[in-house]
């Protein structure tokens, strides 16, 4: 059920009713129930693996919590008799022990996700060869049910199990309270990839309604509803116009389509997310943020700090660190910086661990080449931002222009246009196509193509592009606005017939010019003439 | 648009599910199986060949040397056809727009009006002068039709559709004869 | 202070509430321009008297009978419920509705919606149920009406459905906002200009001709309603030469007025008896009638019904009397001004707004 | 210490590392850095910092992460 639907208010006006009311006494229970309700709605089948995740992390996780509360009693008993090397042998021991059921679970759910998301993109592969060197017959795709947010719930499973692992926090006991972290419903759409330390706290308390906080939440949900119809699911027509014509929208239409795209995306992942983080918020849960006004930083790296948080640094946690402090790569420094030298024997393991990280990023976000490139390429832009940074630093030194606003606007500016040409392969969703629609856009782009008549075919009526601007000019504003702290909360300083015209204002503008219901079908043309 | 209603029909309820699709860079509202992102780029591929080509992908009737692609604009059609036996202005009740009949010899041609232009609707055959590309006409039998567009049909009262891209190809049998052949649009509208 | 707070929300509510109202109706078609088939369905409320007969169905009702000729030949009370594309249900419905602001001796029904087994197209649904009071009647035409991607709540919040038309407003928006001008006369929609009949293509064939299910059963439902009502059913089929009428379709109903003992006119079949002229008498081609055509219609028809059925003429009472005095003055005076379009510029304005 | 400190700076010439306690808090030292750091301690020390020891607190300071490779030797 999607967030922008009828059916999504109207269960969520319920479940925080009973929430507040009848089931004051059993909210997570309530919570849970609701998840798994909502969860049904996107296919019964789905249920079964959500559930398996679920059970399996679950049993691992306390066998490992067992083992680990095992040898730390034995350790403390026996601190006087053991040497320091025994103590070291027994805890490897136990921790090998530990180890056998994490990468056994991880396994069997890694394992999963793979086979249900890249099944047929290994087929595909695997004929492409089969065609090129002729043998055989191609390999029939399977058609894979994709649970709702698999790629989510897996990576917090998994993120679950190796804390645990790691003993940042003992299991969690009682299977139905941990399914509710697995499942719970506003984030199991579209994440944010919460931590089990972040949500722990919140999540099983007892809460007692808190207007507050109601209306925080509210409010926080009306916002992400105004990005994401307002916004995203207007321009969406342009974009969806541009790319899928790369034909007819070349040159300067190209460039159109990436910043439109750049601002759809943005508007629709992060109202999609403000959706979540409110919906939780009205059951007092503090998801973590999962945007950091991206669109403001003034690199690459920075961007990727700022943008998709959680996802950014579940990577960092789960696959970059461990990869490049591991034996085998630290063995590997010694030896790169053996044989090539210094310079680049110290940045290998980096270098490597992020190229698997960026590699996994890629494929993450979807199971064909052109995420996988995409991956890649950001991979190549950090790489390169990286090794400049001499020259940064010589140009600062010698020209007094950094921390200057103007120089900071470049800065910015740069790196919204080298992210926004990057997602070009994600709409073009073909590398080659991408790789000729961008030439052609560095090659052909002239100001007057605008004026050509293609722009009025793009399917936004002027009035389209007042509504799309004022509502940038709006993101914008506030985003300005959020650098000093929460924009509620500055609101609700104001007096009350200020912040009943902004909220409602916004609740206005969503209602009237939201990119909503059937009305907004442009097939419905026979109401044009009215 | 092919994708959109592909995203549509993905994300299933509610009325903005398109938004979803293009935004793979982020969410699990699309996961892009291979297959997809490869029929992705088919048809934006084929789209780019030229807004022809991809009407030609469905049925299309030819008479003369007129290629007649359902949904495709009826002025050149109508221009190459030339004079017609009969023509005829039909509305539907409160709206605007002209749905128009024009006859020839052993068929019919229907258009509809969108955004100011008339396409073709569907095409009729009234006798057994006329004949599909695929050499399906009044009068033959089922097995002919199976021959020449295989069983990939729809059947419904003795109806057999055959449908291909946005283009519908009905033929109605009687006793193992076909009695009538129609093209028709599926129609943005619909 | 708690006093005073709890009024401030009061005040802010009833602000809330107040300009959604208002943003709706602003926001809601009038149907007031050329396409004024919308607004037929709640005109019917501002009725003050009372009717002996009652038509629903399609355009071939509201198109071609003219009520003020049959009020003025036999004193003959009657009321079109029509619009645009109406379907059986919602024909049924409507009916349903009506009976409960009065009871009619007859009820006249259109056969030609039971071609239609299943809802057609959102924007028809609309001009036939956002006009309607809201009554049981009502939710169930909805219900019955919608197609899969309606929402139900598009029908009890309109404005969900209607938001994006605020790049569509007009001044015709803002003048009807209140009050809307009458379009029809007594739920006749009238058209004098005259487009002689075209020969029309031959009929499709048919892979079925057998009316479906719901067809029926709302044909049933309808007999039912009538019967423990006590109200006299008419089927009638216009004489539209298009869409086609088959004969298949013919004889199910012939069938079905014999088994239940109904009386049906198919007029189609009686055009010269009833004196229609193809060349004068329909103003697109032979879909519908215009004036003219309506008139013979309302005459012969009117004529049966009297007749036939012994509806009574109603001319000697005073307040039924009056009233459709009123109702003919508006009648010849849309007339007049039809005329005058007509003679000023080769066509009909009012509908053709557009057209140079 | 002082090894600490040389490598420290190495990475950043600009930042005071002796009272800066935000290192990671404040971004000063991202994920790039602390790798390198990592080895580079390994090599120093001999000590291996495994990655779930990798939390701001035990590199928000130079003598956070002093502490840490201590903590780390004596086990």
């Not at chain 1, 308390?205 to 906080?213: I, L, Q």
């Amino acid at each position: 059920m999607l967030f922008t639907s009828y059916g999504f208010l109207a269960f969520l006006a319920a479940v925080l009713i009973l929430y507040y009311t009848l089931c004051r006494r059993f909210q997570w229970q309530l919570l849970l129930a609701a998840s798994y309700l909502f969860y049904y709605w996107s296919g019964p089948k789905n249920l079964i693996f959500i559930m398996v995740t679920t059970v399996t992390t679950y049993f691992a996780a306390l066998k490992i919590g067992h083992y680990g509360e095992i040898s730390a009693a034995y350790i403390k008993e026996n601190k006087a008799k053991l040497t320091k090397e025994e103590r070291k042998a027994y805890k490897a021991g136990m921790k090998k022990l530990q180890r056998k059921w994490m990468l056994a679970c991880l396994f069997l759910n890694l394992g999963i996700l793979a086979v249900l998301k890249y099944t047929n993109f290994a087929i595909a592969n695997i004929n492409f060869f089969l065609d090129a060197f002729h043998v055989g017959e191609p390999i029939s795709f399977k058609n894979m049910i994709l649970p709702m947010g698999i790629s989510f719930y897996t990576f917090m499973a998994v993120g679950y199990l190796v804390d645990v692992y790691r003993g940042k926090y003992p299991a969690k006991r009682g299977l139905f309270s941990f399914a509710l972290f697995i499942s719970f419903f506003p984030q199991v759409v579209q994440g944010p990839i919460s931590r089990f330390d972040d949500v722990s706290g919140d999540m099983w308390a007892d809460h007692k309604f808190d207007g507050k906080a109601v209306s925080f939440g509210l409010q926080r949900i009306l916002w992400g509803f105004f990005k994401k119809l307002v916004i995203a699911d207007r321009i969406l027509t342009a974009v969806n116009t541009i790319i899928h014509d790369p034909a007819t929208y070349d040159g300067i239409y190209v460039f159109l389509g990436m910043m439109f795209y750049a601002l759809e995306l943005y508007a629709d992942f992060t109202g999609g997310i403000d959706i979540t983080i409110g919906t939780a918020e009205l059951f007092g849960i503090h998801l973590k943020e999962n945007f950091h006004r991206p669109y403001f930083s003034k690199n690459i790296a920075e961007y990727w700090r700022r943008w998709h948080i959680t996802m950014g640094t579940w990577f960092t946690d789960y696959i970059f660190y461990p990869i490049s402090v591991s034996d085998p790569m630290l063995r590997f420094n010694k030896f790169a910086r053996r044989h090539f030298g210094e310079y680049i024997g110290k940045r290998m393991p980096v270098y490597t661990a992020s190229a698997v990280v960026w590699f996994a990023t890629g494929i993450w976000h979807g199971a064909a080449w052109n995420f996988i490139v995409w991956g890649m390429m950001n991979f190549v832009v950090l790489m390169v931002s990286q090794e400049l940074e001499p020259c940064y630093k010589w140009f600062h030194k010698h020209f007094n222009v950094n921390g200057t606003l103007w120089y900071k606007i470049f800065q910015i500016i740069r790196t919204i246009l080298l992210m926004s040409a990057l997602r070009m392969f994600d709409c073009y969703r073909d590398v080659s196509l991408t790789f000729r629609m961008f030439g052609n856009m560095l090659v052909h782009s002239r100001i007057p193509q605008l004026f050509d008549g293609r722009f009025q075919t793009l399917g936004l009526a002027a009035a389209d592009y007042l509504v799309l601007f004022i509502g940038l000019l709006i993101l914008i504003v506030t985003s300005l606005i959020q650098r000093s702290g929460s924009v509620r909360e500055k609101l609700a300083a104001k007096p009350l017939i200020v912040r009943f015209a902004c909220w409602y204002g916004l609740f206005l503008a969503v209602l009237i010019f939201g990119a909503y219901g059937v009305g907004f079908d442009s097939s419905q043309f026979i109401y044009n003439q009215f | 648009m092919i994708l959109m209603i592909a995203a549509l029909s993905m994300a299933g309820c509610g009325s903005n599910s398109g938004a979803g699709s293009t935004t793979a860079a982020k969410t699990e509202a699309v996961e892009t199986t291979a297959a997809e992102s490869r029929q992705a780029a088919e048809t934006t591929a084929e789209a780019s060949e030229s807004a022809k080509e991809a009407e030609l992908t469905g049925f299309t009737f030819i008479t003369g040397d007129t290629v007649i692609a359902m949904n495709a604009d009826a002025a050149p059609i109508l221009e190459e056809l030339g004079e017609w036996e009969n023509y005829v202005e039909t509305t539907s009740c409160a709206f605007k727009g002209l749905d128009k009949t024009y006859s020839y010899p052993g068929f019919d041609l229907y258009t509809y009006p969108l955004d100011g232009k008339d396409n073709v609707n569907s095409v009729y055959f009234v006798d057994d002068t006329v004949s599909t590309p695929e050499g399906i006409h009044i009068g033959s039998t089922k097995e002919e039709m199976e021959a020449a567009y295989g069983t990939d049909y729809e059947e419904e009262f003795g109806a057999y559709t055959y449908t291909k891209d946005k283009s519908k190809l009905q033929f109605l049998v009687t006793d193992g004869v076909i009695d009538s052949v129609e093209y028709t649009a599926i129609t943005p509208a619909a | 202070m708690k006093k005073r707070s709890i009024s401030v929300f009061l005040g802010l509510g009833l602000v809330v509430l107040g300009s959604l109202w208002l943003l709706q109706r602003l926001l809601m078609p009038k149907y007031m321009g050329d396409i004024v088939e919308g607004a037929l369905i709640s005109e019917y409320y501002k009725e003050t008297t009372d009717h002996d007969v009652i038509f629903v169905g399609d355009c071939e009702v509201y198109e071609n009978f003219s009520p003020i000729t049959m009020w003025e030949d036999y004193g003959i009370t009657s009321y079109i419920r029509g619009s645009a594309q109406q379907l059986i249900w919602q024909s049924y419905y409507l009916l349903e509705e009506t009976l409960k602001y009065e009871k009619p001796e007859a009820v006249v029904f259109n056969v030609l919606s039971m071609k239609y087994d299943t809802p057609q197209k959102e924007a028809y649904n609309r001009m036939t149920l956002d006009g309607m009071k809201w009554s049981k009647s009502k939710v169930d035409d909805i219900r019955a009406s919608m197609m899969e991607d309606e929402e139900f709540a598009d029908y009890v919040f309109p404005i969900l459905r209607y938001h994006s038309r605020w790049q569509e407003l007009t001044s015709d928006d803002f003048k009807y906002l209140f009050t809307k001008r009458p379009v029809s006369q007594s739920g006749y929609y009238m058209r004098i200009d005259v487009k002689p009949a075209q020969t029309f293509p031959k009929p499709k064939k048919l892979a079925n001709y057998e009316f479906g299910e719901n067809s029926w059963k709302y044909l049933e439902k309808m007999r039912e309603l009538c019967e423990e009502k006590g109200i006299q059913l008419i089927l009638v089929k216009a004489p539209s030469l298009y869409p086609a009428w088959y004969d298949e379709w013919e004889e199910q109903i012939k069938e079905y007025a014999k088994t239940y003992e109904l009386p049906y006119y198919n007029f189609l079949e009686l055009t010269d008896e009833i004196g229609i002229d193809f060349t004068q008498d329909t103003y697109d081609g032979g879909l519908h009638l215009n004036l003219s055509g309506a008139e013979k219609m309302g005459a012969y028809f009117g004529k049966i019904l009297r007749d036939e059925f012994q509806i009574p003429d109603r001319r000697a009472d005073e307040t039924i009397a009056s009233a459709w005095a009123e109702k003919c003055a508006a009648y010849y005076d849309m007339q007049k001004r039809q005329q005058e379009e007509l003679d000023t510029y080769g066509y009909l304005k009012m509908f053709n707004s557009d057209k140079e | 210490m002082n090894e600490l400190l040389d490598m420290l700076s190495d990475l950043h010439e600009d930042v005071d590392f002796e009272s800066c306690d935000t290192l990671i808090d404040d971004g000063i030292l991202d994920s790039f850095d602390i790798v390198t750091l990592i080895t580079q301690i390994k090599d120093e020390f001999d000590v291996t910092i495994p990655a779930d020891e990798i939390v701001p607190e035990n590199f928000n300071s130079a003598e956070a992460i002093w502490n840490l490779i201590h903590r780390l030797d004596e086990e």
